[in-house]
């Protein structure tokens, strides 16, 4: 447990959370659609300081637990492929795939590695012209324009060796889907506010207005996502559905242009899977036919490929935000992030991760967070 | 891989025609591509994500977003030892990493 004073601005977290109690009269449901998002709210205790009845439900932001099991096995044979290099973020590495792991595969002597920038992967296949080198693009669309320039790089530098497997999902598809879901308890979203700061705000408004729920653009720390839920509240208790951004010091409305330009060229919008959850329409990006032979999955035929997901892990309902993850029989027993059973145990995006880490079991009942004298001030 | 941290521009230079700067994220120095925020200079703070400048940013609220993403551990997350974590978590050695790079 958390307490307001561990805040970085302590007096404005307790003046936004006093307003937030004043403006609440019924329980209300939000939804948090990032991944980061949801890490600095467990971390921080944020929904144990919110009103009686107003929920955060855990959304599916989190690229790393989203990527099909299909793409991730993908990988894994590619990566243990001799003359191969595999360029990953850190965050794939203990990723489950069917019955292994790029960390296992390093280990049993691919040649996988990690990297900060897919311009680094870049860089990596120039130095190995006899080696094929290729990035794992996963990501939303805030690390979708860095895969679209590593690609556009490859092209106009004339590095052939350099090719993308690409994985990328988008949010507003999946913002829609969830509300379509005959199971859907949400009212209200709070939006990623980095991949608005390449997408800007345009495609809200319309689903604002189709599904009738608030949309407000929230950054990342415990203030931001206070002040994201603040004005969420508010709009809900006045019967309001407008796109707001509560993010202005790093979201403009029309997002970054150049980006935008670089995504259209390199892109185009298709159908994709989504880990746990299944396909949803439109929401994802792969290659344009372009730049096909930059394609990893054109270049590399992998076929003959079977998964086999746990029979015990829910996370697409945790994805989905139906269950929280210690709902979940095999959280912190057989599921453990030493042995995750679901790719959602594995990112520090993920919610079942964050849960563990934090030590959110579900058995323990809410410390009070409202006095100073029992708190731990840090910082 | 999934937040953008904010940092500042210390140098820039051109690379195969490519608009490239040294960004300091308190303390830890990046290679950071500008082609998405043309017209940023010396001297300025922008939000960086797998580097990519992706938006300008004011100075104040970006030294306290580093202090806070230093303390919450994000900055190990993202520019750390990714091996010697994962090595941890899965309970096993780290492999053996290519001597040649
Ligand atoms: S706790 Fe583990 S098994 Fe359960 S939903 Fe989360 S990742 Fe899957």
């Known amino acids: 447990m958390r307490y307001v004073e561990e805040f970085n601005n302590p007096e404005l977290a307790r003046r936004l959370l006093d307003d937030i109690h004043a403006t609440v009269t019924r329980p209300w449901a939000l939804m948090e659609v990032c991944g980061g998002q949801t890490h600095s709210i467990i971390r921080h205790g944020i929904d144990q300081l919110l009103p009686e009845g107003v929920e955060l439900i855990h959304g599916p932001g989190c690229p790393v637990c989203v990527t099909p099991l299909e793409m991730i096995d993908k990988a894994l044979e590619i990566a243990s492929r001799p003359g191969v290099v595999f360029c990953s973020f850190g965050d794939m590495l203990r990723v489950p795939g069917t019955d292994r792991d790029l960390f296992r595969v390093k280990g049993e002597g691919g040649d996988v590695r990690v ?19 290729v990035f794992f693009g996963v990501g939303f669309e805030t690390t979708a324009p860095a895969n679209a320039m590593a690609v556009h790089e490859a092209r106009r530098l004339g590095v052939r060796n350099f090719s993308l497997l690409v994985s990328h999902v988008r949010v507003p598809p999946a913002i829609e889907a969830i509300m379509r879901s005959p199971d859907c308890r949400v009212q209200a979203f709070l939006a ?24 407000v653009v929230t950054g990342f720390e415990p203030l931001d996502i206070l002040e994201g839920i603040r004005r969420t509240v508010r709009q809900l208790e006045r019967g309001e559905h407008r796109v707001e951004n509560a993010y202005p010091r790093a979201v403009q409305e029309g997002g970054n242009p150049a980006a935008l330009r670089m995504l259209e060229e390199v892109f185009t919008v298709g159908d994709r899977a989504w880990r746990g959850i299944g396909v949803i329409p439109r929401s994802g990006w792969r290659l344009s036919d372009a730049y096909r032979d930059h394609d990893a999955e054109h270049r590399f035929s992998v076929s003959g490929i079977t998964t086999r997901e746990s029979g015990l892990c829910r996370s697409g309902e945790v994805l989905q935000g139906l269950i929280k993850p210690h709902e979940c029989a095999a959280f912190g027993r057989e599921c453990t992030p030493r042995t995750p059973l679901g790719a ?36 | ?17 490519t608009r490239m ?34 938006q300008r940013l004011d100075e104040e609220s970006a030294r306290s977003t580093l202090e ?16 010697g974590r994962a090595a941890a978590e899965a309970g096993a050695v780290r492999p053996v990493e290519e001597a040649a790079r």
């Open chain 2, 68 to 83: 806070l993403f230093e303390q919450l551990g994000v900055l190990e997350e993202e520019f750390g030892d990714a091996w």
């Open chain 1, 344 to 379: 959602t145990m594995v990112s520090s995006e993920g919610a079942c991760a964050a849960y563990h880490l934090y030590r959110r079991l579900g058995t323990e009942t809410p410390a009070p967070a409202r006095t100073t004298e029992e708190a731990t001030p840090v910082g």
């Open chain 1, 115 to 133: 990297v900060y920038s897919p311009l680094d992967a870049l860089a990596i296949a120039r130095r190995h012209p006899d080696r094929e080198v």
């Open chain 1, 192 to 215: 990623a506010g980095h991949v608005c700061s390449v997408m800007g705000t345009a495609e809200y408004p319309e689903l604002a207005e189709r599904y009738r729920v608030p949309i």
């Open chain 2, 21 to 54: 700067a040294q960004v300091d994220f308190g303390g830890v120095v990046k290679d950071v591509c500008l082609a998405y925020l043309p017209d940023i200079e010396v001297g300025d703070y922008a939000v960086v994500h797998v580097g990519f400048a992706l």
């Open chain 2, 1 to 17: 891989m999934c937040l953008a941290v904010p940092g500042k521009v210390v140098d820039i230079q051109e690379r195969d025609g």
